[in-house]
């Protein structure tokens, strides 16, 4: 069964840091692309940040750039998302997604949403 599990959110305040954890079952995330979104109550789901299966190519929404990573560890069959500098409006739930985009960016991936895996999700409060 293909499967996706995201962890660890949480509460932090502002300033803070947490990594999420997208473990892939049932299939290898080597050969599929992987996002990262958001999406707090009341929002529409943004693209947070996606990486490709072929160069390793990344994308980053202005409103993450420089404080959040994404990365691959290929021996865990995980992706992670370093969340640094963590604002209250980065409270919001965090799914990773993996697929194989019919787009060739993945800035264009991140903005289509074109994934065909998701998982549950993950809160994340910052709050003080």
């Known amino acids: 069964q293909v499967q996706l599990v995201e962890s660890g959110g949480g509460l932090v305040q502002p300033g803070g840091s947490l990594r999420l954890s997208c473990a892939a079952s049932g299939f290898t995330l080597d050969y599929y692309a992987i996002g990262w979104f958001r999406q707090a109550p009341g929002k529409e789901r943004e693209g947070v940040s996606c990486i490709s299966s072929t160069d390793g190519s990344t994308y980053y929404a202005d409103f993450v750039k420089g404080r959040f990573t994404i990365s691959r560890d290929y021996t865990k069959n995980t992706v992670y998302l370093q969340m640094n500098s963590l604002k209250p409006e980065d409270t919001a739930e965090y799914y990773c997604?993996?697929?194989?985009?019919?787009?060739?960016?993945?800035?264009?991936?991140?903005?289509?949403?074109?994934?065909?895996?998701w998982g549950q999700g993950t809160q994340v409060t910052v709050s003080s």
């Open positions: 997604a993996a697929g194989t985009p019919s787009v060739t960016t993945v800035q264009a991936m991140c903005v289509t949403h074109d994934f065909g895996s």
